[in-house]
């Protein structure tokens, strides 16, 4: 009786970084079908080792030398780490904007082809919700946290068309088990339709640079991904059977901070250095 080969993984080795996150988490097991290693890294701890196929690796994404060290040996990148909250300029500098410079100059270096950045809905946080979008409307960043994504972006841009390094930046919505408040009725998505999405975005040949916006299929959409048609993405949840356990919550009795914008909450965080937005 003969044994079958197992069919080869697309990628040796995936670099994670922002493992210890929540969707770090998340794909940390899912990334796994894609690679023969998934190395973890992140500046707070990590569940240990699962074994050869699994490693775990410390990391500051403000340490040049030392992301450059991470991408010894991989060959794909899905760069989530980072500061994921709105926070004062300079937090958000070194680990969003500094880190992220770091991390496609580690590509450049290593020979790294394919990065899958997360970006955020942020990047168009100061639209009124319900405005139709899609990747080509002008960006309109809702703070320090949006900014830096936007820069991301751009560095992508740029990494694409001088070193020909592939990018799939996600502007991620809202993705928890489910969705919290009214807003997110439409910004939901589910963790199966995130790793689809990543699945997608580290298999789909000559992306180029393409942004997509990371939703699942909600019915009260504001974001079209018409421009990423490409990556094949077909989101397979909706945040319609939450409707009404969201819709049974009390409404607030004084309209939220940001809430007629996209981004909400994010859209007032701040000034931080006066003490407000806290």
């Given at each position: 009786?003969?044994?079958?080969?197992?069919?080869?993984?697309?990628?040796?080795?995936?670099?994670?970084?922002?493992?210890?996150?929540?969707?770090?988490?998340?794909?940390?097991?899912?990334?796994?079908?894609?690679?023969?290693?998934?190395?973890?890294?992140?500046?707070?701890?990590?569940?240990?080792?699962?074994?050869?196929?699994?490693?775990?690796?410390?990391?500051?994404?403000?340490?040049?030398?030392?992301?450059?060290?991470?991408?010894?040996?991989?060959?794909?990148?899905?760069?989530?780490?980072?500061?994921?909250?709105?926070?004062?300029?300079?937090?958000?500098?070194?680990?969003?904007?500094?880190?992220?410079?770091?991390?496609?100059?580690?590509?450049?270096?290593?020979?790294?082809?394919?990065?899958?950045?997360?970006?955020?809905?942020?990047v168009t946080g100061f639209y009124p919700q319900g405005e139709a979008l899609d990747a080509h409307s002008p960006r309109r960043p809702d703070g320090y946290y949006g900014l830096s994504k936007a820069y991301g972006e751009d560095l992508a841009t740029f990494y694409f068309h001088r070193y020909g390094i592939q990018t799939v930046s996600l502007r991620i919505g809202s993705s928890f088990p489910e969705p919290r408040n009214r807003r997110m009725l439409s910004t939901w998505l589910s963790y199966p339709d995130l790793e689809q999405l990543v699945?997608?975005?580290?298999?789909?040949?000559?992306?180029?640079?393409?942004?997509?916006?990371?939703?699942?299929?909600?019915?009260?959409?504001?974001?079209?991904?018409?421009?990423?048609?490409?990556?094949?993405?077909?989101?397979?949840?909706?945040?319609?059977?939450?409707?009404?356990?969201?819709?049974?919550?009390?409404?607030?009795?004084?309209?939220?901070?940001?809430?007629?914008?996209?981004?909400?909450?994010?859209?007032?965080?701040?000034?931080?250095?006066?003490?407000?937005?806290?």
């Open positions: 009786m003969t044994t079958q080969a197992a069919t080869p993984k697309p990628f040796q080795r995936i670099l994670l970084t922002g493992a210890a996150g929540g969707l770090g988490q998340i794909l940390r097991e899912a990334l796994q079908a894609h690679a023969d290693v998934v190395r973890a890294t992140d500046i707070s701890p990590m569940a240990p080792s699962r074994g050869a196929h699994d490693e775990v690796l410390p990391g500051n994404l403000a340490d040049k030398a030392g992301v450059a060290a991470l991408c010894q040996g991989v060959d794909a990148i899905v760069h989530l780490g980072g500061v994921s909250v709105e926070r004062p300029f300079e937090e958000i500098l070194e680990a969003n904007i500094r880190g992220t410079f770091h991390v496609y100059e580690a590509a450049r270096q290593h020979g790294i082809k394919r990065i899958v950045f997360a970006s955020s809905n942020h699945a997608r975005a580290l298999l789909t040949r000559d992306v180029g640079h393409t942004v997509v916006y990371g939703v699942s299929a909600n019915r009260d959409l504001w974001w079209s991904n018409r421009h990423a048609a490409h990556l094949g993405y077909a989101p397979q949840d909706s945040s319609e059977k939450f409707r009404g356990k969201i819709e049974s919550q009390p409404l607030p009795a004084v309209a939220e901070a940001g809430s007629q914008f996209q981004g909400g909450p994010f859209t007032a965080a701040g000034p931080f250095e006066d003490g407000a937005g806290r």
